[in-house]
């Protein structure tokens, strides 16, 4: 199985700061017939379900602000989140879907500080 | 409006049965393939079942396989979760989801999420 590992558990940021969530996977989950990382960003609030924020490593889901941002490729991988606003405090979760189990990271806990 | 309603959870005792169900609406069920994940009280997501659009591939998480069923029904636009062998640890919330529209034949991520159904396995 692939193990996503993210870093760090937890992080306080000011808002209007910026915030960066590492993402690593124990295998490259580049796909080279399609030229895409099969890795996606989930914001999950308290009490909601996740929401798709970016996949394919750095494409928007439609609706999501241009603050968040994916970036990476193989093994590792970074969502930023530009300018924090309230809203964005939530659990961020990577999560590769390169095989099965489609395994995701234990989640970063994003608060204000 | 992509809108998904699980419905079927409940408190079982261990070694019992629950069958989770999935009233998808909004867009064209049939088309996607469709997952389930959950999460335990207090703790992160766990991926635990696909199932391709059609019905003709599954694949399931370790820890569930002989154990739960994933199955789907396009005429109903409904997904089922049949589990059966339940544990303490199947405790959580499960949620059902669609795989986003993409023109990449292959895996997909989520991006449509009900809002969960609660399974408590205790005694």
């Known amino acids: 199985d692939i193990v996503m590992t993210q870093s760090p558990d937890s992080l306080a940021v000011s808002l209007g700061e910026r915030a960066t969530i590492n993402c690593k996977s124990s295998?490259?989950?580049?796909?080279?017939?399609?030229?895409?990382?099969?890795l996606a960003w989930y914001q999950q609030r308290s009490g909601q379900p996740p929401k798709l924020l970016i996949y394919?490593?750095?494409t928007r889901q439609s609706g999501v602000p241009d603050r968040f941002s994916g970036s990476g490729s193989e093994t590792d991988f970074t969502l930023t989140i530009t300018s924090l606003q309230a809203e964005d405090v939530a659990v961020y979760y990577c999560?590769?879907?390169?095989?099965?189990?489609?395994?995701f990271g234990q989640g970063t806990k994003v608060e204000v500080k | 409006q992509v809108q998904l309603v699980e419905s079927g959870g409940g408190v079982v005792q261990p070694g019992g049965s629950l069958r989770l169900s999935c009233a998808a609406s909004?867009?064209?069920?049939?088309?996607?393939?469709m997952e389930w994940v959950r999460q335990a009280p207090g703790k992160g997501l766990e991926w635990v079942a696909y199932?391709?659009?059609?019905?003709?591939?599954?694949y399931y998480e370790d820890s569930v396989k002989g154990r739960f069923t994933i199955s789907r029904d396009n005429s109903k636009n409904t997904l089922y979760l049949q589990m059966n062998s339940l544990r303490a640890e199947d405790t959580a919330v499960y949620y059902c989801?669609?795989?986003?529209?993409?023109?990449?034949?292959?895996?997909?991520?989520?991006?449509?999420w009900g809002k969960g159904a609660r399974v408590t396995v205790s005694s």
């Open positions: 989801a669609k795989d986003i529209d993409d023109s990449w034949s292959g895996p997909k991520p989520m991006d449509g």
């Open positions: 909004g867009f064209t069920f049939s088309s996607y393939g």
């Open positions: 199932i391709r659009y059609d019905g003709s591939n599954k």
């Open positions: 295998q490259n989950i580049f796909y080279s017939s399609n030229n895409k990382n099969f």
């Open positions: 394919w490593a750095s």
């Open positions: 999560q590769q879907y390169y095989s099965t189990p489609r395994t």
